[in-house]
């Protein structure tokens, strides 16, 4: 069996590889593909410019994780305010 193509997303910090595309990205990791600092993370979460984590897995903020392939897609939408992204993803097929 061949080895998975490995590529490096120009957004991303990190190597990403298909096995990846559905991954749970942590708030360092959703900083480090914005390249911006984890307070700045925060503070666009508190003013509603960056959708909300789309799982909570119950440690507080430690627990927040979104689902890579949804911020890069909020990303090429033009990073929308989150009622407005929310709004989008509503009236999305599927």
């Given at each position: 069996m061949s080895e998975p193509v490995t590529t490096t997303s120009p957004t991303a910090a990190v190597p990403l590889d298909s096995r990846h595309a559905a991954a749970l990205l942590?708030?360092?990791d959703v900083a480090g593909i914005l390249r911006i600092s984890r307070r700045q993370v925060h503070r666009?979460?508190?003013a509603?410019?960056?959708p909300?984590?789309?799982v909570n897995l119950g440690f507080g903020s430690r627990g927040r994780r979104w689902i890579h392939s949804r911020l890069l897609a909020w990303c090429?939408?033009?990073c929308p305010l989150a009622d407005a992204?929310?709004?989008c993803e509503g009236?999305?097929?599927g």
């Open positions: 942590t708030l360092n666009l979460l508190a509603g410019r960056l909300p984590a789309d090429e939408a033009g992204w929310r709004a009236r999305r097929p």
